[in-house]
């Protein structure tokens, strides 16, 4: 029988609180199991999935997965939290590339959107596993989702500060722009093409520049949309 595997969102706490010293896989073997892991847990979640189940899509023995982890507990959170740390190198280069804090939140937004559309954990889950993981993201102390309205809340009150941005209420300001980004992770968007990332820097632009300073966007948008099937 298949020992169901810690709640998702335990794994989701503790992986983001590993995440400080979550380091790159150490060889080319742990990254083969780690990304075998993340593969796994898309399609079957963490009650399904077994050691063995990771060995298979991995092309490795149980023997060495045993070797580098103590159960599929222990690997799933190293996964994660592998994920998660690639996730925010991601953002901060794309981010550094910008400059002004509206373009860099829209930045921001538009590249976190891309990643977790095509991470495998989101583009692979059926509906009710997508909905887990969007719950998960408010378990933890900190939670993802407060990691992430801290962030956004920070950059608003050094901007406004600094008169870079129109003053205003950064923590409501940074909880809108978490809550909107939350909603495109749970469901697709009904018009635009979020794996195109011309058509999410101008729905950023739209959804955060009223946000961030009070002015309407710009009327101009890509010609690239999302059709009805």
Do not use: C
């Amino acid at each position: 029988m298949t020992r169901p595997g810690a709640p998702l969102s335990h794994l989701l706490t503790r992986a983001v609180g590993a995440i400080a010293h979550a380091a790159p896989a150490g060889d080319g073997t742990e990254a083969r199991v780690l990304d075998a892991a993340i593969a796994v847990l898309a399609r079957k979640g963490t009650r399904e999935a077994t050691m063995d189940d990771v060995a298979a899509e991995s092309g490795l023995g149980r023997t060495t997965l045993f070797r580098r982890f103590a159960g599929k507990d222990q690997l799933f959170e190293r996964a994660l939290a592998r994920e998660f740390s690639l996730m925010l190198d991601g953002l901060a280069e794309r981010i550094a590339r910008v400059t002004g804090p509206t373009e860099q939140l829209v930045e921001g937004f538009a590249a976190f959107i891309q990643l977790v559309h095509r991470h495998p954990l989101f583009r692979g889950g059926d509906p009710e596993r997508r909905a887990e993981l969007v719950q998960a993201l408010d378990h933890g102390d900190p939670s993802p989702m407060r990691w992430g309205h801290t962030a956004v809340r920070t950059h608003l009150a050094v901007s406004q500060a600094a008169g870079t941005l129109p003053p205003g209420d950064p923590d409501r300001q940074a909880d809108a722009v978490v809550h909107l980004a939350l909603g495109y992770i749970a469901a697709p968007s009904l018009v635009d093409d979020l794996a195109d990332l011309a058509a999410i820097e101008h729905l950023a632009r739209i959804a955060l520049t009223p946000i961030l300073t009070g002015t309407p966007p710009s009327p101009t948008r890509p010609h690239n949309r999302a059709t009805p099937d």
